[in-house]
């Protein structure tokens, strides 16, 4: 999808890290932005994610286990290891303005079957969408131009000609987190060999081919068109889209066609290429190509509305809402619902809880140094059984047994210094043995106690939960945040919030 071989050109300025690796370095010298929020906003190219979850799911097509709706439950995997990571995902989605044509092929109209899903997995996840005016990655483009994004994740290399300042690109790992290849305009236009600027990405474009010109130039291959990025055609060509009148364009084109011919034929490349120098067209490069490009239609076009960027709100996952998708949309039933959440999606919603607090100023997981912090969440457990359909359940009796309530999460020590600093210097100091959590000896088991801070955490947490009963434990006291000792004698915190 995009420029021909593009992604070829370019490499990568970060390459195989972890998601969550990538997303606390964003937050270095960054404690909160004006929101409170200690996460690094990306933006995300919802058709490239559709994309991949069908391709995906056509490879598997046929395996006996794939179980009920394999689309869907892939895009709620996705989204899980997305959530797990401190970062605030923002999708946006094609709009109706978007080319007709691409690739020499007419675009499909109808939105994707998935879309409606999606949508409805991002508002429990509390991230965020829209749809643009026309193509995701241009809007995507936009907002990271204007600074309201940290990043656009697309596979769409469309995104690198649009202005994004950092586009990601991201791969399954084998232990279900993200790995991201990161790329960065600044590191690309400082390249040493060949800075590859817009200008070098619009030459590119016009020689190679890409959506809106599949074909590009016809007999220039990859390695004449790398060679061509070497010299002043791709600032000329640039000069010329840019600050001539439009009446004087053709002309200015055409000796700029001129200039390209002379190039091809008097030995600058390494060698002559008078066949081609003789192949190009009149109106080559195409005008209104290199205006799709360069003028592509965003929900901003209008001068109108370019002051009106979106405000992010990103609101906590809603585990109610979640229990009951895989019940009723993926056929689970209560025991592998309850597994599933509590070892993959309680370490989200308590990081997610923790990267929401305002502030005033382990052991390796994916290379980053975590704090493992015991977790006793019977809210988290209610909320779950409250999202299970009695006239759904054929085990509804199984509700009523025991279902543990406590778990052990793994929350960044980033996260923890930026959020709860006071706590991480309590802890340290009941162990003063070891070096930290990134230390070659891993802390023992975090179980601190209640501090102010975790009174906010637990109004994030599932403020509307009703009774506990005795299936998912039996605190001290009663009522709002309370720190419990658990069947092993430690006091652990207790995200319970009573009505």
Request: aromatic content about 8%; charged content about 20%; overall charge negative.
């Given at each position: 999808m995009?420029?021909?071989?593009?992604?070829k050109?370019?490499?990568?300025?970060?390459?195989?890290?972890?998601?969550?690796?990538?997303?606390?370095e964003?937050?270095?010298g960054?404690?909160?932005?004006e929101?409170?929020?200690?996460?690094?906003?990306?933006?995300?190219d919802?058709?490239?994610?559709?994309?991949?979850?069908?391709?995906?799911q056509?490879f598997?097509?046929?395996?006996?286990q794939?179980?009920?709706?394999?689309?869907l439950?892939?895009l709620?995997?996705?989204?899980?290891?997305l959530?797990?990571a401190?970062?605030?995902?923002?999708f946006?989605?094609?709009g109706e303005d978007r080319?007709t044509?691409?690739?020499?092929?007419?675009?499909q109209s109808?939105?994707?079957?998935l879309?409606?899903?999606?949508q409805?997995l991002?508002?429990?996840?509390?991230?965020?969408w829209a749809?643009?005016?026309?193509?995701?990655?241009?809007?995507?483009a936009?907002?990271?131009?204007?600074?309201k994004?940290?990043a656009?994740?697309?596979?769409?290399s469309?995104?690198?000609?649009?202005?994004?300042e950092?586009?990601?690109?991201?791969?399954?790992?084998?232990?279900?987190?993200?790995?991201?290849?990161?790329?960065?305009?600044?590191?690309l236009?400082?390249?040493?060999?060949?800075?590859l600027?817009?200008?070098?990405l619009?030459l590119?474009?016009m020689?190679?081919?890409g959506?809106y010109n599949p074909?590009g130039?016809?007999?220039c291959g990859?390695?004449?068109s790398?060679?061509?990025?070497?010299?002043d055609?791709?600032?000329?060509?640039m000069?010329?889209?840019?600050?001539v009148?439009?009446?004087?364009?053709?002309?200015?084109?055409?000796?700029?066609?001129?200039r390209?011919?002379?190039?091809?034929?008097?030995?600058?490349?390494?060698?002559?290429?008078?066949?081609?120098?003789?192949s190009?067209p009149?109106?080559?490069p195409?005008?209104?190509?290199?205006?799709l490009?360069?003028?592509?239609?965003?929900?901003?076009?209008?001068s109108?509305?370019s002051s009106?960027?979106?405000?992010?709100?990103?609101?906590?996952?809603?585990?109610?809402?979640l229990?009951a998708?895989?019940?009723?949309r993926?056929?689970?039933?209560?025991?592998?619902?309850?597994?599933?959440?509590r070892?993959?999606?309680?370490?989200?919603?308590?990081?997610r809880?923790?990267?929401?607090?305002r502030t005033?100023?382990?052991?390796?997981?994916?290379?980053?140094?975590?704090?493992c912090?015991t977790l006793?969440?019977p809210?988290?457990?209610?909320?779950?059984?409250?999202?299970?359909?009695?006239?759904?359940?054929?085990n509804?009796?199984e509700?009523?047994?025991?279902?543990p309530s406590?778990?052990?999460?793994s929350?960044?020590?980033?996260?923890?210094?930026?959020?709860s600093p006071?706590?991480?210097?309590?802890?340290r100091d009941?162990?003063?043995a070891?070096?930290g959590?990134s230390?070659?000896?891993?802390?023992?088991?975090w179980?601190?106690r209640?501090?102010?801070?975790?009174?906010a955490?637990?109004?994030?947490?599932?403020?509307?939960v009703?009774?506990?009963n005795?299936a998912?434990g039996?605190?001290e006291?009663?009522?709002?945040?309370?720190?419990c000792?658990?069947?092993?004698g430690?006091?652990?915190?207790?995200?319970?919030?009573l009505?």
């Open positions: 995009g420029i021909t071989e593009l992604w050109l370019v490499s990568p300025s970060t390459e195989g890290q972890t998601l969550m690796a990538f997303a606390l964003g937050l270095k960054h404690v909160q932005d929101s409170g929020l200690s996460m690094m906003m990306v933006g995300v919802a058709s490239a994610w559709l994309y991949a979850v069908c391709k995906l056509a598997r097509l046929g395996h006996a794939s179980g009920e709706n394999p689309e439950r892939t709620m995997y996705k989204l899980i290891t959530a797990n401190p970062i605030h995902a923002h946006v989605f094609d080319p044509i691409k690739r020499g092929k007419h675009v109808a939105p994707h079957w879309t409606q899903s999606l409805e991002l508002q429990i996840f509390g991230f965020t749809t643009a005016k026309g193509e995701a990655e241009a809007d995507l936009f907002l990271s131009k204007a600074g994004i940290g656009v994740l697309t596979e769409d469309d995104a690198l000609l649009f202005g994004a950092k586009v990601l690109r991201l791969t399954d790992n084998e232990d279900g987190t993200f790995l991201v290849d990161a790329y960065c305009a600044g590191a236009s400082n390249n040493p060999n060949i800075p600027t817009t200008s070098h619009l590119w474009a020689l190679r081919g959506d074909g130039l016809s007999g990859s390695q004449v790398h060679a061509l990025l070497a010299g055609l791709s600032d000329s060509l000069r010329v889209m840019t600050s009148a439009p009446a004087q364009l053709p002309g200015m084109l055409e000796t700029w066609r001129d390209l011919r002379t190039v091809l034929v008097d030995g600058t490349l390494g060698r002559k290429y008078p066949t081609l120098a003789g190009i009149a109106d080559f195409s005008v209104e190509i290199m205006r490009y360069l003028h592509p239609v965003t929900t901003w076009s209008d109108a509305s009106s960027l979106p405000q992010f709100n990103p609101t906590q996952p809603n585990i109610t809402r229990t998708f895989c019940q009723d993926l056929g689970w039933m209560r025991p592998k619902i309850h597994k599933y959440l070892n993959n999606f309680w370490p989200a919603a308590c990081m809880a923790l990267c929401q607090l005033d100023d382990g052991d390796p997981e994916g290379g980053v140094p975590v704090y912090i006793f969440a809210s988290f457990v209610n909320a779950t059984n409250d999202g299970i359909r009695a006239d759904n359940d054929p509804p009796e509700g009523e047994s025991w279902v406590h778990s052990k999460v929350i960044p020590a980033r996260i923890m210094e930026l959020t006071q706590d991480v210097i309590n802890y009941q162990h003063a070891s070096a959590p230390s070659g000896e891993p802390l023992p088991d179980h601190p209640l501090s102010a801070q975790y009174a955490v637990a109004d994030m947490l599932w403020p509307e009703g009774d506990m005795n998912v039996d605190p006291s009663s009522g709002g945040m309370k720190v000792t658990d069947e092993e430690h006091e652990v915190i207790d995200l319970t919030v009505d």
